[in-house]
T-cell receptor
Framework: GENVGLHLPTLSVQEGDNSIINCAYS??????FIWYKQESGKGPQFIID?????DKRQGQRVTVLLNKTVKHLSLQIAATQPGDSAVYFC?????????FGTGTSLTVIP | GAVVSQHPSWVICKSGTSVKIECRSL??????MFWYRQFPKQSLMLMAT?????????EQGVEKDKFLINHASLTLSTLTVTSAHPEDSSFYIC?????????FGPGTRLTVT
């Protein structure tokens, strides 16, 4: 299968600070990347995506950066809030398959 | 838009029985649906890819005779765990794909006693 990894399994940030979650991948043919948020006992929820012809995309309080040279993907959350506490997965699409990273558990400290 | 539902959300069954989990795309038609399994504090593990009207494609190591997948329509796929055992206890999640996007259901927690 695809090799998708995350640099840190857990991340704690102070409320109001910015969070950065990183992801590395190995398949240079991947053309679509997604970040998902999963709260305990629920299915993953789409946050933001980016296609391989872009290197940055912004949403509401979130930014995804894609560096194809080093095969690195990051999710930045601005002004992190307690409701952002969850596990975050990166995923990439290669062919017709989606491959998921192992997840980073984000804890926001009030 | 793009809502995916699963039923049931939680099921407890005895060893040896079979359990059926339904995955429905509520407001769109999905030619492809995916079934995942997730253990606590781990990532999603793809079990199989289900295409409407054809046989599912199973990932290596997933027993197709134990995890029966039926994708009878563009809005419904079912996963049946046959002769369930305690080691089958897990969180099962489906997703329905459009061209690029993939939308997840809320998951079904299966507990086999």
């Amino acid at each position: 299968g695809e090799n998708v990894g995350l640099h840190l399994p857990t991340l704690s940030v102070q409320e109001g600070d910015n969070s950065i979650i990183n992801c590395a991948y190995s398949n240079s043919a991947s053309d679509y990347f997604i970040w998902y948020k999963q709260e305990s006992g629920k299915g993953p929820q789409f946050i933001i995506d980016i296609r391989s012809n872009m290197d940055k995309r912004q949403g509401q309080r979130v930014t995804v950066l894609l560096n194809k040279t080093v095969k690195h993907l990051s999710l930045q959350i601005a002004a992190t809030q307690p409701g952002d506490s969850a596990v975050y997965f990166c995923a990439l699409k290669s062919g017709n398959q989606f491959y998921f990273g192992t997840g980073t558990s984000l804890t926001v400290i009030p | 838009g793009a809502v995916v539902s699963q039923h049931p959300s939680w099921v407890i069954c005895k060893s040896g029985t079979s359990v059926k989990i339904e995955c429905r795309s509520l407001d769109f038609q999905a030619t492809t649906m995916f079934w995942y399994r997730q253990f606590p504090k781990q990532s999603l593990m793809l079990m199989a890819t289900s295409n409407e009207g054809s046989k599912a494609t199973y990932e290596q190591g997933v027993e197709k005779d134990k995890f029966l997948i039926n994708h009878a329509s563009l809005t419904l796929s079912t996963l049946t765990v046959t002769s369930a055992h305690p080691e089958d206890s897990s969180f099962y999640i489906c997703s329905a794909g459009l061209q690029y996007e993939q939308y997840f259901g809320p998951g079904t927690r299966l507990t086999v006693t």
